[in-house]
């Protein structure tokens, strides 16, 4: 099982940044893919961003241009990047990642935008 713990999140104001992290326990050098999800309060969750193995990424349309995925393998951990974020954005922000052993989730970090 892998354990994933994310960090980073906060309060800040609309068209301000913020960058998540997610620690993972084992190599992410291993998974197929690391990515990120949401849920906001009353709606359910959704996808925001992936980063495959070899390094190529895809985006939610309503993130395009604002946020972005990366990695750092020696420290086994992947980031969001958020900027010009909205109050939209507003949501607990989950880590998860895909290996050999299955789908595993982290406990989720909460930001939020004021406007």
């Known amino acids: 099982q892998v354990q994933l713990v994310e960090s980073g999140g906060g309060l800040v104001q609309a068209g301000g940044s913020l960058r998540l992290s997610c620690a993972a326990s084992?190599?992410?050098?291993?998974?197929?893919?690391m990515g990120w999800y949401r849920q906001a309060p009353g709606k359910q969750r959704e996808w925001v961003a992936v980063?495959?193995?070899?390094?190529?990424?895809n985006y939610a349309d309503f993130v395009k241009g604002r946020f972005t995925i990366a990695r750092d393998n020696a420290k086994n951990t992947v980031y969001l990047q958020m900027n010009s974020q909205k109050p939209e954005d507003t949501a607990v922000y989950y880590c998860?990642?895909?290996?050999?052993?299955?789908?595993?989730w982290g406990q989720g970090t909460q930001v939020t935008v004021s406007s």
């Open positions: 980063i495959i193995k070899g390094g190529s990424t």
């Open positions: 998860n990642a895909v290996s050999g052993g299955g789908l595993s």
């Open positions: 084992g190599s992410i050098f291993s998974f197929t893919a």
